[in-house]
């Protein structure tokens, strides 16, 4: 389920530090963004941030909860996001400072990409 109004606009001013924070409906979601870049996912009103190796420790207390994950073909894929604890919501410093490591884990992962992009387009030339 897509993030409600009210929790989109409470998202877009608290994580106004990041920068400009934009949310868009994708795939039953809400990707949240910051410059173009993904760095979260809302469903149920629920915060998911990205997640990967280089900020695992950081969001530590985030993986007691299962990450956000889809069914295809009767198995179940988790993705890269992991549920921001509920405490951060009343603690705003804290939550823009979990939303940066995700932000700076996204762009880690848009930047890979691109290099594997590179990568493919130059082998077929």
């Known amino acids: 389920m897509v993030a409600s109004d009210s929790f989109a606009e409470f998202l877009r001013e608290q994580l106004a530090p990041l920068g400009r924070v934009t949310l868009r409906r994708m795939f039953g979601k809400t990707g949240a963004f910051c410059d173009g870049v993904m760095f979260g996912m809302v469903t149920d009103n629920m915060l998911y941030l990205r997640l990967d190796d280089r900020n695992r420790a950081a969001f530590e207390e985030a993986l007691s909860s299962p990450l956000l994950?889809?069914?295809?073909?009767?198995?179940?894929?988790?993705?890269?996001?992991?549920?921001?604890?509920?405490?951060?919501?009343?603690?705003?410093?804290?939550?823009v400072a979990w939303a940066r490591l995700a932000l700076e884990?996204?762009?880690?992962?848009?930047?890979?990409?691109?290099?594997?992009?590179?990568?493919?387009?130059?082998?077929?030339?």
């Open 105 to 125: 884990a996204a762009r880690r992962v848009a930047a890979k990409r691109k290099r594997l992009t590179s990568r493919a387009v130059t082998s077929r030339a």
């Open 69 to 95: 994950s889809y069914e295809k073909k009767g198995s179940t894929i988790d993705l890269a996001f992991c549920r921001a604890p509920e405490r951060l919501f009343d603690e705003p410093d804290e939550l």
